[in-house]
């Protein structure tokens, strides 16, 4: 059974940062793309970050391109996210997803929540 | 702005039809990416609902069906049920942002 499990979310002051993770189960890791999508308070889907098989591309929304760096580890199953210059407006719960050659998100973790505020 | 383009909502009786549109433009779903359509129930992550336009994934139901033609997409539910009541989202992947976009989503409301 494919399982994606992020962690590292909490509240941080504005200009701060938070490391996410999202470790993988149940499926072949290091051949798969990665995303992370996040979703404000209320608010739709929005595409942040996506991470090929190796870590060798990676690219980013606007929004957060500069701030946020994707990065991975085959050895350890495990996506991150480090996010930094953070804003209000990234308040939202982070999710990770898989992504098949199809260019969709085949499976999401849980999610986990970020809250930017002073 | 979402650069696709969904009705904030659709309402439907139980056992009646609903569609969901979802219309791009010549640089994501004119460009021919497939689109994708995700359901996310109240409080929960959302979930894979069609791929490739068209394709369930294994353990969806019969009911879901998608198409594509030009620049704009389809979702239609069939036979609707209480439990389809949640947020769905089209997706699909745009060249000229080089990005993957998001509708805004439609809430679906069986009456």
């Known amino acids: 059974e494919v399982q994606l499990v992020e962690s590292g979310g909490g509240l941080v002051q504005p200009g701060g940062s938070l490391r996410l993770s999202c470790v993988a189960s149940?499926?072949?890791?290091?051949?798969?793309?990665m995303h992370w999508v996040r979703q404000a308070p209320g608010k739709g889907l929005e595409w942040v970050s996506r991470?090929?098989?190796?870590?060798?591309?990676?690219i980013y929304a606007d929004s957060v391109k500069g701030r946020f760096t994707i990065s991975r580890d085959n050895a350890k199953n495990t996506m991150y996210l480090q996010t930094n210059s953070l804003r209000a407006e990234d308040t939202a719960v982070y999710y990770c997803?898989?992504?098949?050659?199809?260019?969709?998100?085949?499976?999401w973790g849980q999610g986990t929540l970020v809250t930017v505020s002073s | 702005q979402s650069v696709l383009t969904q009705p904030p909502s659709v309402s439907g009786a139980p056992g009646q039809r609903v569609t969901i549109s979802c219309t791009g433009s010549?640089?994501?779903?004119?460009?021919?990416?497939?689109v994708h359509w995700y359901q996310q129930l109240p409080g929960t992550a959302p979930k894979l609902l069609i791929s490739?336009?068209?394709n369930r994934p294994s353990g969806v139901p019969d009911r879901f069906s998608g198409s594509k033609s030009g620049t704009s997409a389809s979702l239609a539910i069939t036979g609707l049920q209480a439990e389809d009541e949640a947020d769905y989202y089209c997706?699909?992947?745009?060249?000229?942002?080089?990005?993957?976009?998001f509708g805004a989503g439609t809430k679906v409301t069986v009456l």
């Open positions: 997803a898989r992504g098949p050659p199809t260019l969709c998100f085949d499976y």
């Open positions: 149940g499926f072949s890791f290091s051949r798969y793309w």
């Open positions: 991470i090929d098989i190796d870590g060798t591309t990676t």
């Open positions: 010549s640089s994501n779903i004119g460009a021919d990416y497939d």
């Open positions: 490739g336009n068209s």
């Open positions: 997706q699909s992947y745009d060249s000229s942002l080089r990005a993957y976009v």
